[in-house]
């Protein structure tokens, strides 16, 4: 369902998604503030968020929110008036009061009495602690991350009672709320109406979605541009008919000539006169209306194309969604170890899927926090190796090959190998003559693992080996990959490749047993065409040379249970999954090219379909399966492990030879999950199956072709199954054709009624297994 749009939100509503987005800009500029006080431009933006919040929280009576919100507008207008230098000391407590603006809009556990009392002592306390600082000098506070309450114990314990800082702090407090009290008067109003007139202005052009509702409007869209481009071929059967209207108006006109020639009379010379003027109307009329069609084509596939484009447009959002408070969280953590470190973000505008932007905020949380604690030195180190004493933390999102690529990278002292070779053999990950074999980037791969830590103690921070795992187990999910580099001294970068969005993969197709299938690109290693004298057999099993190294040939027929290799000539098509040992080479028929698709979610109740991952369709409207890449690397090893595995051979000459005898089967189903479902498991077995989408084309399929047997539905357009098995029943070269009904009827009548109309079997949809549904088959007609 979608959510209200924003003008039906109450104003409280409103003020929270205000404070949300003002606060963000208001720590955006305190952080740049803090690298370059005098910059105006960020002055201004965190004056306007303040006093923006002001007149919010004034409208919804939070008065609590208009104190903090009035007193740091009044330290901006200071500092732009050159009276306040926003140091470290003023930025810490800012940043203080932005957190409590924050949490008088969200208030703990949604207790909205929270303000009146624990909130109004925090209040109290940061007008103080604010007015302390703006007197003080540049040593360094609390951090701001912590609570404000404990930030101004240790602010007035450090200040004796009746000490000049003390009065000072207050005079000053006291003059700047009663300097601006009369400004704020005469503002209020006005950000009032300007708060009002923007919740209505954002309601008028926007509405709230759920995720679910979007990833409906996307699958349609894409069905809808398939479905378009189906005009392509019936324009093209147009076209065959005009060609045979124009050669049967050239028959008539010879025929009429040789009538002539024969002295026929003037009634049949007539005749024919007037047949070829309608032939001739009929061949204009077809003109004007294939103009016409053809027209309405290209405006139906344009409109759904842009349809589906916009649909994904949906999906996307752009990377600085996902960014907000990262500069903060690595600020805060910096001085909370002792560090000064900056976090620099490139790539802000690059779009997202959302669901892959949601899933990226732990495992980029987890990568700042593990450069600012293991890369970053401290700042005596820094410059003892001449560097500058704030570490530098760079952000980048970009495009790149189809690919979304995450790079976050920062200036510290690199990872020490030496240090990380010893660790991993005083755990007993491997032994000390294969960690000295190992590559760099294998060796970084030791990182990724579960528990796994260069620490010897356990922070808050890091030392229990979470961190990169997490990262590792997000990748996996949305079909991602990581690369870890380092260079001694000057730091260390983590590369993380997504794809773009989770709905559309860039695939590559290919042929298996006739049928079109797709791997996901991010999945494939490389594609290769090898000749028969390039396969070796070690061990019993096929292998080939791949960048040095043997790898293991297996023939993807087998792994999916799908009759035996087709291959063209003397070379067979192979595409390498897998990575380091468990790499592969599957043999598929032949490559198809490669293919945008807009992945179709399986139906829940058929469960995990093994080496299956979603489904597809093509440009035409057939379906294709997506395959699950690491499902297959699985079922190898399986089968490697049970001595299951085949030789690859060229199955040519023998599948063509048992194409000829092998039984026939009628399926015939309004529902294209069942009727595949159905046409695979009974092709898996070795029948021939041709389809039928209604009881309909079923009738006209059984009185054109020879079948050993009819499996039908009985709800179904057009013509139903208890009607397509009585006309059987009733003509003579059908009578014994073996049928069998599958439906989701499971009454007793509708059974008996099936029966009574002829059915051999019935099957209800909801009851019947692959075996049981195979073994009448079986019992039906025999084996394949």
Not at 194 to 216: C, E, F, H, P
Not at 771 to 783: M, N
Request: glycine share 8%.
């Amino acid at each position: 369902m979608s959510s209200p749009d924003l003008s039906q939100m109450s104003m409280l509503d409103l003020f929270r998604q205000e404070a949300e987005s003002q606060t963000q800009a208001l720590n955006a500029g305190l952080l740049s503030l803090e690298q370059n006080p005098a910059a105006t431009d960020e002055l201004e933006a965190c004056m306007r968020a303040a006093h923006s919040l002001k007149g919010a929280a004034r409208i919804v009576g939070l008065e609590g929110g208009v104190k903090i919100a009035h007193v740091m507008e009044d330290c901006f207008v200071l500092a732009q008036q050159g009276k306040l230098e926003l140091r470290r000391r003023q930025i810490d407590v800012l940043l203080t009061g932005t957190d409590l603006l924050n949490r008088i809009a969200n208030p703990p556990d949604g207790d909205e009495a929270w303000a009146e009392h624990a909130g109004k002592r925090e209040v109290d306390s940061f007008e103080l602690a604010l007015a302390i600082a703006m007197t003080g000098g540049d040593e360094p506070a609390p951090p701001a991350a912590r609570p404000a309450a404990p930030v101004v114990a240790r602010e007035a314990a450090a200040v004796p009672a009746n000490s000049p800082a003390q009065e000072t702090a207050a005079i000053a407090l006291t003059a700047i709320t009663a300097a601006t009290a009369g400004m704020a008067a005469l503002a209020a109003p006005s950000a009032a109406a300007q708060t009002q007139m923007d919740a209505r202005d954002i309601g008028s052009r926007s509405v709230r979605v759920s995720a679910d509702n979007l990833d409906r409007l996307l699958s349609l869209s894409g069905e809808s541009l398939v479905e378009s481009r189906r005009l392509k071929p019936f324009s093209a059967s147009m076209l065959r008919l005009k060609r045979m209207q124009r050669e049967a108006g050239h028959s008539l006109e010879l025929l009429q000539q040789q009538l002539s020639g024969l002295g026929a009379d003037d009634s049949l010379q007539l005749a024919l006169a007037d047949v070829r003027a309608v032939m001739a109307q009929c061949q204009h009329m077809l003109s004007d209306q294939m103009g016409e069609l053809d027209a309405f084509d290209r405006r139906s596939v344009n409109l759904s194309q842009r349809l589906y484009d916009e649909a994904l447009a949906c999906r996307m959002r752009p990377f600085a969604d996902g960014t907000h408070g990262l500069a903060r969280m690595v600020r805060d953590v910096g001085h909370e170890l002792g560090k000064s470190v900056r976090l620099e973000i490139s790539g802000t505008a690059t779009q997202i899927d959302r669901d892959i932007l949601a899933r990226l905020d732990a495992p980029i949380g987890h990568l700042l926090r593990n450069a600012v604690d293991h890369g970053i030195e401290d700042g005596a180190a820094r410059r003892a190796a001449g560097k500058p004493e704030q570490g530098l933390i760079r952000l980048k999102a970009r495009h790149s090959a189809g690919m979304l690529l995450i790079d976050v990278s920062d200036d510290g002292a690199g990872i020490d190998l030496e240090r990380l070779r010893q660790t991993v053999v005083r755990r007993k990950l491997s032994n000390e003559e294969t960690v000295a074999r190992l590559s760099e980037a294998e060796l970084l791969e030791f990182l990724l693992l579960p528990s796994f830590s260069l620490r010897d103690t356990v922070t808050e921070i890091s030392g229990r080996g979470v961190g990169l795992d997490v990262v590792a187990n997000m990748l996996k999910e949305v079909r991602g990959t990581i690369r870890i580099s380092t260079v001694a001294g000057q730091g260390t970068s983590f590369l993380l490749q997504l794809p773009l969005t989770l709905s559309v993969i860039r695939s590559l197709l290919v042929s298996i047993d006739n049928e079109p299938y797709a791997f996901p690109l991010a999945y494939v290693n490389r594609t290769l065409e090898l000749r028969r004298d390039q396969l070796a057999v070690l061990e019993g099993y096929q292998h080939f040379d791949f960048d040095g190294r043997q790898i293991g040939l297996v023939s993807a027929h087998q792994v999916l249970q799908r009759g035996a290799l087709r291959s063209q000539g003397d070379a067979v098509a192979v595409v390498v999954i897998g990575e380091h040992d468990h790499t592969y080479g599957l043999a598929v028929d032949r490559f198809l090219g490669e293919r945008m698709l807009v992945v179709q979610p399986l139906d829940t109740r058929l469960g995990k379909i093994p080496n299956v991952q979603a489904g597809a369709l093509m440009e035409d409207g057939a379906p294709v399966l997506i395959l699950d890449v690491a499902d297959m690397v699985r079922s190898v090893e399986k089968l490697t492990s049970a001595g299951q595995l085949e030789a690859v051979r060229d199955g040519t000459r023998g599948e063509a030879a048992a194409g000829q005898a092998r039984k026939r089967v009628l399926v015939v189903d309004d529902s294209l999950t069942v009727r595949e479902l159905e046409r695979k498991l009974l092709t898996n077995r070795g029948y021939q199956v041709v389809v039928a989408v209604d009881g309909m084309d079923g009738w006209n399929a059984v009185r054109t072709e020879k079948f050993d047997l009819v499996i039908t539905d009985i709800d179904m357009p057009r013509m139903d199954g208890i009607e397509l098995v009585t006309l059987m029943r009733r003509a003579p070269n059908l009578q014994s054709l073996p049928v069998m009904i599958v439906s989701y009827k499971d009454r007793e009548e509708d059974r008996q009624r099936g029966l009574d109309a002829g059915a051999d079997y019935y099957f209800t949809k909801s009851s019947f297994h692959d075996e049981s549904l195979l073994q009448a088959v079986v019992d039906l007609i025999g084996a394949a």
